[in-house]
Protein backbone atom coordinates (compact mmCIF):
# COMPACT_ATOMS: atom_id res chain seq x y z
CA UNK A 1 0.00 0.00 0.00
CA UNK A 2 0.95 3.72 -0.86
CA UNK A 3 -0.01 6.69 0.85
CA UNK A 4 0.21 9.90 -1.67
CA UNK A 5 -0.01 13.19 0.60
CA UNK A 6 -1.36 16.32 -0.92
CA UNK A 7 -0.91 20.04 0.52
CA UNK A 8 -1.31 23.10 -0.83
CA UNK A 9 -1.80 27.08 0.21
CA UNK A 10 -5.14 27.98 -0.36
CA UNK A 11 -6.56 31.01 -1.74
CA UNK A 12 -7.12 33.86 0.36
CA UNK A 13 -11.10 33.90 0.89
CA UNK A 14 -13.70 34.06 3.26
CA UNK A 15 -13.91 30.17 4.55
CA UNK A 16 -17.64 30.10 3.71
CA UNK A 17 -16.86 30.36 0.06
CA UNK A 18 -14.00 28.19 0.28
CA UNK A 19 -16.59 25.77 1.68
CA UNK A 20 -18.77 26.00 -1.19
CA UNK A 21 -16.51 24.39 -3.69
CA UNK A 22 -17.06 21.25 -1.71
CA UNK A 23 -19.37 19.76 -3.23
CA UNK A 24 -20.73 15.63 -3.27
CA UNK A 25 -20.11 15.86 -7.17
CA UNK A 26 -16.11 17.31 -6.51
CA UNK A 27 -15.77 14.37 -3.79
CA UNK A 28 -17.33 11.77 -5.99
CA UNK A 29 -14.64 11.98 -8.81
CA UNK A 30 -12.32 10.40 -6.93
CA UNK A 31 -14.52 7.08 -6.85
CA UNK A 32 -13.35 6.55 -10.18
CA UNK A 33 -9.34 6.69 -9.82
CA UNK A 34 -7.59 3.92 -10.55
CA UNK A 35 -6.13 1.83 -7.67
CA UNK A 36 -7.63 4.46 -4.99
CA UNK A 37 -8.70 3.12 -2.05
CA UNK A 38 -9.64 5.92 0.06
CA UNK A 39 -9.10 10.16 0.35
CA UNK A 40 -8.99 12.20 3.27
CA UNK A 41 -10.01 15.50 2.53
CA UNK A 42 -7.67 18.20 4.69
CA UNK A 43 -8.26 21.80 5.43
CA UNK A 44 -6.30 24.18 7.59
CA UNK A 45 -8.78 27.23 8.36
CA UNK A 46 -6.24 29.19 10.12
CA UNK A 47 -3.46 28.63 7.54
CA UNK A 48 -5.28 28.46 4.70
CA UNK A 49 -4.02 25.18 4.24
CA UNK A 50 -5.41 22.51 2.14
CA UNK A 51 -4.71 18.91 1.03
CA UNK A 52 -5.19 15.19 1.22
CA UNK A 53 -3.95 11.88 1.99
CA UNK A 54 -4.76 9.62 -0.35
CA UNK A 55 -4.48 5.33 0.12
CA UNK A 56 -3.91 3.29 -2.72
CA UNK A 57 -3.72 0.28 -3.65
CA UNK A 58 -0.63 -0.03 -5.45
CA UNK A 59 2.64 2.51 -6.39
CA UNK A 60 1.95 2.35 -9.90
CA UNK A 61 -1.53 3.45 -8.96
CA UNK A 62 -0.20 6.31 -6.41
CA UNK A 63 2.52 7.44 -9.14
CA UNK A 64 -0.10 7.33 -12.02
CA UNK A 65 -2.04 9.76 -10.07
CA UNK A 66 0.65 11.95 -8.59
CA UNK A 67 1.44 12.38 -12.46
CA UNK A 68 -1.89 12.25 -13.45
CA UNK A 69 -4.15 15.39 -14.57
CA UNK A 70 -6.25 16.15 -11.20
CA UNK A 71 -3.00 16.93 -9.55
CA UNK A 72 -1.64 18.31 -12.88
CA UNK A 73 -4.80 20.95 -12.52
CA UNK A 74 -3.91 21.57 -8.98
CA UNK A 75 -0.06 21.82 -9.77
CA UNK A 76 -1.49 24.58 -12.73
CA UNK A 77 -4.66 26.61 -10.83
CA UNK A 78 -3.74 29.80 -10.09
CA UNK A 79 -5.65 30.51 -6.54
CA UNK A 80 -3.36 27.90 -5.46
CA UNK A 81 0.22 27.82 -4.33
CA UNK A 82 2.32 25.68 -2.39
CA UNK A 83 1.54 22.58 -4.17
CA UNK A 84 3.66 19.94 -2.52
CA UNK A 85 3.11 16.20 -3.71
CA UNK A 86 5.02 13.47 -1.82
CA UNK A 87 4.69 9.80 -2.51
CA UNK A 88 5.06 6.94 0.40
CA UNK A 89 4.93 3.39 0.92
CA UNK A 90 3.14 2.07 4.15
CA UNK A 91 4.98 0.89 7.25
CA UNK A 92 2.20 -1.89 7.51
CA UNK A 93 3.45 -3.69 10.62
CA UNK A 94 3.65 -0.39 12.56
CA UNK A 95 0.26 0.91 11.00
CA UNK A 96 -1.40 -2.25 11.91
CA UNK A 97 -0.14 -2.43 15.93
CA UNK A 98 -1.82 1.89 15.97
CA UNK A 99 -5.05 0.73 14.50
CA UNK A 100 -4.38 2.55 11.27
CA UNK A 101 -7.99 1.85 8.65
CA UNK A 102 -5.73 -0.28 6.04
CA UNK A 103 -7.24 -2.85 4.29
CA UNK A 104 -6.78 -6.59 4.49
CA UNK A 105 -4.95 -5.64 8.18
CA UNK A 106 -6.82 -6.44 11.16
CA UNK A 107 -6.73 -4.12 14.10
CA UNK A 108 -4.16 -4.77 16.83
CA UNK A 109 -6.86 -4.97 19.22
CA UNK A 110 -8.91 -7.79 17.51
Not at 65 to 78: C, E, T, W
Request: aromatic share 10%; no cysteine; proline share 6%.
Amino acid sequence: MVIVQINYRRPDMPQAEWDARYTDDRAKQFLEVPGLLWKIWLDGTEERRAGGVYMFADRASAEAYAAGPIVARLRNNPELSEVDVRVFDVRERMSEITRAPLPRLKAAAE
